[in-house]
């Protein structure tokens, strides 16, 4: 089975990009994604510069996952996608296709939040400081 | 709907632009005019030595022209990482002294723990306004002026340039835009949130309607506002702050409190 990273908005370059071995490295533009969440030109751009300057080349499609994931000669890859941290990102890919075949990696994450939940910054400050 | 293949080895930027705008022509986007001069890659070791300096960034970091990093859409996007930068600040100064940078870091972990722990979405009020109004008296809609930088301020347009532009605004200047969309023009934080959203390269769903609702007060004890002088202070040196060319902002904060709120709205 061949491997395929799809990479996420939140994370361009993440760990796993360099640290695994990957068939084939995506990104993709979802027009259904672009209808929900407002977008300009300028980030997309942006994105696109930054995908082609990562040191794994990127293949990077506007179209629907279904499409690209599931194209002839891909039936059997298993897709990776590191877990965006955009609860709405998240909540859209949750309802992926289920002819996708989905890894969810773990997203890194820099302070793990303290068990209680935090309502002003200053006190998740002060309960997080110790991490860093 | 045709599957498209991006081709993205352009000569210049301009022509990567060019190209973008025929693919994506069937999508509801912004268009602009041309690309951010913040270009799209991973910031070399350098670029990251020079753009960090905690103990500059404690001092100035209110101040339009302050050192701040502007790294916050490599940041968004995962082409830098939190532990680089903080190892980087740590390496130059103690954690004293960059403690308000190593807070600066930690407001997105915050944000993106209270996003995680709410039983909703994103564009809901949390509380309600202080403001002595209710929702319901907030429009849906932003104004047209805004929108095209033609408010009766020059500041407020300066910024809105910088939004639209180069979709990266300094933090500050976010605070004005989001106080005098939602309390000058009383405008439902979600139509700026959903305006900052459309723009800025570093968009961050939970950082940016969180923030939007700490200024709006519906996630704080009371509203965000600013007055004419504390935009001088701040942005003078940079930013026309002539009282003639920004008069709804001039004002103390007692006679603004009194134009802006109802009643004894805190």
Known sequence: MSKTLWLQPDDLNPDVLASEHWDEVVYLFDPEWLA?????????????????????????????????????????AQVSIVEPRDIELRDHLSQLPSEIDVRWLPKTTWIHPPAQPFRRFFKFWNAVKKQI | MPMTKLVLNHEDRAD????????????????GAEPSHIVGKIPTTEELDHAINPSEYGRTRNF?????????????HGLTKKPTMVDIALSKY??????????????????????????GDLWCDLEPYKTGFEADDYSDEMPQDILDACTPNASINHFIHDLVRSGYVHNHARMYLAAYVVHFRRVKWQAGAHWFMTHLLDADLASNNLSWQWVASTFSHKPYIFNLDNVRKYCGDTVNCEPMDNPELDGSYEQLTNRLFRGTYE
């Open chain 2, 16 to 31: 990567l632009w060019t190209y973008l705008d025929l693919e994506f022509a069937e999508d509801h986007i912004d268009r």
């Open chain 2, 94 to 119: 103690a954690k004293s002294t960059s403690e308000k940078f190593l807070q600066e870091l930690a407001w997105g972990e915050f944000w993106a723990a209270v996003a995680e722990r709410m039983d």
């Open chain 2, 64 to 76: 339009y022209s302050g050192h701040v990093t502007r790294l916050s859409p490599f940041i968004r």
């Open chain 1, 36 to 76: 929900k969440r407002p977008h300009s030109l300028k980030q997309i751009h942006f994105i696109c510069e930054a995908l082609a300057s990562l040191p794994i080349p990127v293949t990077v499609y506007r179209a629907n996952p279904l499409d690209v994931l599931t194209a002839e000669g891909q039936a059997a």
